[in-house]
């Protein structure tokens, strides 16, 4: 009993110490995707057809093929590139960490393009119009009307997506990254007791998903203008209507 | 050797192990979804009418098997299983058994997941059917298996159908995860083929071709499913 | 006079509380074959839960009810509450009524001749080719031929009542419960139905109507029973209880819907 909690104690001491790496990949192609999903997203929205199609290509390609295929396409495919292997850019994808981020941003930023595409279809037709009567245009417009409504629309599904991207992370233990699936494999194969391993493991991951949910539920009750308690504080009517 | 040989039938041509991945992958997705929506509508039912400590315990196996990565699912039952097989068989005196097909394994670790997933969608689905439509068929001496065949069933399938081939797609491509236990289908494949050729990006940009047609055709099939159990609402 | 005709419906001191509130204070009720009742009540007086009772889609938490040759079957758990004890011959008393909602409830997913069909051929297992005849008169009697093949949605309001009342009357029930009928239909709608509930009268079904169309009570019922704060307060046939002889509190009752 007592070798057992020594065992769990000892396997959770190296699962944490994997958890910055998980936590890295997560928060750069999370940014990466979501900056790249803001350009797809504009992208989807422009007035001739060749953005759109890229647009649309890039989701197909993306949604349609299994994430773990493309973090191997980048990571083994362009090792065989001449100009990449005697080029600068070698130090970039030589490195598994790397690999990773780059396949997350491509894959997840799809994902979340879509879901801010839904959002902005979703948007009432009338606040932009009310927008555009008080004389509001361009990046105004998207600025004070579209983006404050995309925003509430979109985080719901957007969490999701996190929490997605979160157990995507653990795909960067297949290119040799030590991630926590990583370290929990490798222990694993060392010592065979995968049952203790893994839910050390997925209480970590757990964890963080808790962690990320609570963040991202405090975000959509700040938003939310429903429930009306409101950053802005509402100035008191001082001179009586009369 | 060039791309064409490569890719042909020729005995230098891994095509006919790609189509094999391919069909591979398929049943595998096939078999995951297949135990994923046994369960998860014993999960649903659970969720719904169970006891508190049923519902409780299918309420953790959502939550755990929700934020769980899959790849971390998929170790759990390739190491682990072996193991309980071999120690269940102590106990009750068998002759050890060979490790359990990768095939088993692969299915059952993203039918576990997919479970979780379809728990939550049947239980949705169930949720959006009016109760004034259960209280006629009760009224009318309606038994629950009749109700539940006649009146649940055909309503929850229009529901639940988009959101199924949504399930469906993310099994097709954590099927491929599963590549990690050995199982020949469509990613491991590749990830051989591509290894032993040393040309990663024909094979698998091949393999995402195939995922990409999969996928497509699915999508395309699940519409029209969407479309047949949709009839009746369209005003 | 002619001897009494068989009792069809019998409930007795039903009582009914919703958390502290009690809804039903003890209401008993006897019907008998070709009788048709009508309750009417204030809102909140408990009418449609009484309606809902008698079915079992309620339980009460007080009372016995008969239907028919069935008794419900209502039992104490331990904790002393009543309970349906047999589901089994609960659906048998079930079989025995029919009940025509506020809310229509069709099932969507079937066309109208689904609906109708779908309880004498599963419940009750009755010949295919006998069902679907009886069907065909049906949903002609309630003026829905020409729509066999529709679904629900298509349907107005009021069409979509008639096809209701056809699906209630396929098991030819020994007792037809109406609850509000006309409350969800806009007022040309409202006067269809009403027509061709006064036939069903006429033509010696038993049936127990909740409405608030004063009307129907007073010309096309045989017996109007006023529930108040959860009882009986006054009963009796028409032609008393709109008369001068009624109880002050059903002509309080009466008095805003301008007679």
């Known amino acids: ?242 | 050797m060039d791309d064409l040989t490569l890719l042909g039938f020729g005995p230098d041509g891994w095509a006919p192990l790609l189509l094999k991945g391919c069909l591979l992958t398929l049943a595998v997705s096939a078999a995951s979804m297949a135990i994923g929506t046994v369960l998860g509508v014993l999960l649903a039912w659970a969720r719904l009418k169970g006891p508190r400590w049923l519902r409780r315990t299918a309420l953790v196996y959502g939550v755990v098997l929700r934020g769980v990565p899959e790849l971390l699912v998929i170790l759990l039952l390739y190491f682990g299983l072996p193991s309980l097989i071999l120690s269940l068989a102590e106990t009750f005196g068998w002759d050890a058994p060979g490790l359990p097909p990768p095939f088993l394994v692969g299915s059952l670790s993203v039918g576990l997941v997919s479970a979780a997933y379809q728990a939550e969608i049947f239980r949705g689905g169930v949720g959006a059917i009016p109760r004034g439509q259960f209280e006629a068929a009760r009224a009318m001496g309606f038994g629950d298996l009749l109700c539940f065949h006649r009146i649940v069933l055909p309503q929850v399938a229009r529901v639940v159908l988009p959101a199924l081939g949504n399930v469906w797609q993310f099994n097709l491509k954590d099927s491929a995860l599963i590549a990690v236990t050995g199982l020949s289908e469509l990613m491991r494949t590749s990830l051989v083929a591509a290894g032993s050729t040393r040309h990663p990006f024909l094979f698998f940009g091949v393999a995402m071709a195939l995922y990409l047609v999969l996928t497509t055709l699915s999508s395309t099939a699940f519409h029209y499913g969407g479309r047949y159990s949709n009839r009746w609402d369209r005003g | 006079m002619t001897p009494p005709s068989p009792t069809v419906l019998t409930a007795t001191n039903i009582r009914k509380s919703f958390g502290d509130r009690e809804v039903l204070a003890g209401v008993s009720l006897e019907a008998r074959e070709g009788e048709v009742i009508s309750i009417l009540g204030g809102s909140g007086s408990g009418k449609s839960t009484f309606l809902r009772c008698l079915n079992l889609l309620e339980v009460p938490d007080e009372g016995q009810i008969a239907i028919g040759d069935v008794q419900a079957p209502l039992a104490r758990d331990r904790h002393g509450r009543l309970v349906v004890s047999d589901g089994r011959v609960a659906a048998r008393l079930r079989t025995q009524t029919a009940m025509v909602f506020q809310g229509f409830n069709l099932w969507p997913h079937l066309t109208v001749l689904q609906n109708v069909m779908e309880a004498p051929l599963r419940v009750h297992r009755r010949d295919r080719d006998e069902v679907l005849a009886t069907a065909r008169t049906l949903l002609e009697r309630v003026g829905m031929a020409g729509f066999h093949a529709a679904y629900p949605k298509r349907l107005s309001g009021g069409q979509q009542q008639r096809v209701a009342i056809a699906r209630a009357l396929a098991t030819n029930p020994k007792l037809v419960l109406f609850d509000e009928p006309t409350s969800a239909l806009d007022p040309e709608r409202v006067r269809e139905v009403l027509a061709l509930m006064r036939s069903l009268a006429e033509e010696g079904r038993t049936m127990i109507v909740v409405t608030h169309e004063m009307a129907f009570a007073r010309d096309v019922s045989s017996r109007v029973v006023h529930l108040m704060n959860g009882r009986v307060e006054s009963s009796g046939p028409p032609a008393h209880m709109f008369g001068p002889d009624a109880s002050p509190a059903f002509r309080a009752f009466l008095s805003p819907a301008a007679l």
């Not at chain 1, 649309?56 to 191997?72: E, V």
């Open chain 1, 1 to 242: 009993m007592g070798e057992h909690l020594t065992f769990i104690g000892s396997v959770t001491a190296q699962l944490v110490r994997a958890v910055p790496v998980t936590l890295l990949i997560l928060a750069v192609s999370g940014v990466c995707a979501t900056v790249l999903a803001t350009g797809l997203t504009v992208l989807s929205v422009a007035r001739s057809p060749l953005p759109r199609l890229f647009q649309r290509t890039w989701t197909f390609l993306f949604r349609g093929t299994p994430l773990i295929l493309q973090i191997f396409m980048i990571y083994y495919g362009f090792a065989m590139v001449p100009w990449i292997r005697h080029g600068f850019l070698w130090t970039a994808f030589r490195d598994p960490v790397f690999c990773t981020c780059l396949a997350m941003t491509c894959c997840c930023s799809a994902y979340i393009a879509e879901i801010f595409r839904g959002a902005l279809a979703a948007v009432p037709r009338g606040e932009i119009e009310a927008g555009r009567a008080c004389g509001m245009t361009g990046f105004m417009l998207l600025r004070r009307v579209i983006a404050p409504s995309l925003i509430r629309i979109a985080l719901p599904s957007y969490s999701n997506e996190i929490i997605m991207m979160t157990k995507s992370t653990s795909l960067a233990s297949t290119i040799t990254v030590l991630d926590i699936t990583g370290v929990a494999q490798q222990v694993i194969a060392h010592s065979y007791r995968t049952l203790d391993v893994f839910c050390a493991a997925a209480a970590l991951y757990l964890l963080i998903n808790a962690g990320l949910s609570a963040l991202l539920a405090a975000l959509e009750r700040r938003l939310d203008v429903d429930r009306a308690v409101s950053s802005i504080s509402v100035p008191p009517v001082v001179e009586p209507l009369s």
